[in-house]
């Protein structure tokens, strides 16, 4: 079993449009959780941590939900600019990290 | 400028042909990581470092070496690479106030024939 999964998409969205990722974790001892874009190959550019408590980032909320070891990114009035594909990465402690595949988002116009 | 830069960006080199592949940062973060990223499978830890001699591995360790002789650099070693070695691979940096919040290297992007 993956450490880290996502639906792969693509998620087609228009412009304006809210757009929600979930993103599921095997091990229940993982410790911090985050959210990364990539675009077209090229490197992973961190978008945001995930708090326990949840966190917002303007037009991005991530939340995550230890008791169903899920996390999930929610990306709000979705721009051209937001095409890309967004990995979900998980660490155990020991500065180990798990990255999912990713899941693929198209913001047409 | 904040970075963590790779060299080569590009490579074709032929099986069993030692390579290095060169990671520097200049943020003076303690914590080094090299990935590779492949078609469907998502970006997999080779090595890690937490800091000057101090490494350990990630998931895909084999037909690699690393060493951490000063903070800022980290290179990846392939002594003998194979075909299968054929992939994306990106060194990060993480350090300060957010340990484990990582920023990546431009990438490396290798052939073995």
């Known amino acids: 079993r993956k450490e880290v999964e996502q639906d792969p998409g693509p998620f087609n969205v228009p412009e304006g449009a809210t757009v929600a990722f979930n993103c599921t974790y095997s091990n229940s001892a993982s410790q911090s959780f985050f959210w990364y874009r990539q675009d077209c190959r090229k490197e992973p550019k961190l978008l945001m941590s995930v708090y326990s408590s949840g966190n917002e980032d303007g037009r991005f909320t991530a939340q995550l939900n230890r008791a169903s070891q899920y996390i999930s990114l929610l990306i709000r009035d979705s721009k051209l600019s937001d095409s890309a594909t967004y990995l979900c990465v998980v660490n155990h402690g020991f500065n180990k990290f798990y990255f999912g595949s990713g899941t693929k988002l198209n913001v047409k116009p | 400028e904040a970075q963590v830069t790779q060299n080569p960006r590009y490579l074709i080199t032929v099986t069993g042909k030692k390579l290095t592949v060169t990671c520097s940062q200049n943020m003076n973060h303690e914590y080094m990581s090299w990935y590779r990223q492949d078609p469907g499978l998502g970006l997999r830890q080779i090595y890690y470092?937490?800091?000057?001699?101090?490494?350990d591995k990630g998931d895909v360790p084999e037909g690699y070496k690393v060493s951490r002789k000063e903070k800022r650099n980290f290179p990846l070693i392939l002594e003998s690479p194979s075909p299968n070695q054929t992939s994306l691979y990106f060194c990060a940096s993480g350090g300060g106030k957010h340990t484990y919040e990582q920023y990546f290297g431009p990438g490396t992007r290798l052939t073995v024939t």
């Open positions: 470092s937490m800091n000057v001699e101090v490494t």
